[in-house]
Nanobody, 119 residues
Framework: HVQLVESGGGSVQAGGSLRLSCSGS????????MGWFRQAPGREREGVAT???????SYPDSVKGRFTISRDNAKNTLYLQLNSLKTEDTAMYYC??????????????WGQGTQVTVS
């Protein structure tokens, strides 16, 4: 069965950095798009970074230049490097597996989330 497990969240000061990891198992990791999404209280879930099987990436303007998504297919692991963090980045961050780089609804498998708090 498919399992995605995030790690690396924590509390940091504004301007700081974190690296999130997502370990995937139970499926052909290298064949799927992977993505990071976040949800803050009172806000809808939003995509923050996606990467397809060929390495193409997509980011919303809110994180461009600050966040970097990458994957290590040999390790079945997805990463999100978060730099220059802002208080508005505070949210629960989830990784997911999908089929469309630009469509959140195509991501059908989700991890449990890891909390990022910026103060």
């Amino acid at each position: 069965h498919v399992q995605l497990v995030e790690s690396g969240g924590g509390s940091v000061q504004a301007g700081g950095s974190l690296r999130l990891s997502c370990s995937g198992s139970g499926y052909a990791f290298a064949s799927y798009c992977m993505g990071w999404f976040r949800q803050a209280p009172g806000r809808e879930r939003e995509g923050v970074a996606t990467i397809d099987s060929g390495g193409r990436t997509s980011y919303p303007d809110s994180v461009k230049g600050r966040f970097t998504i990458s994957r290590d297919n040999a390790k079945n692991t997805l990463y999100l490097q978060l730099n220059s963090l802002k208080t508005e980045d505070t949210a629960m961050y989830y990784c997911a597996s999908g089929v469309d780089l630009y469509a959140q609804t195509s991501f059908g498998y989700w991890g449990q989330g890891t909390q990022v708090t910026v103060s």
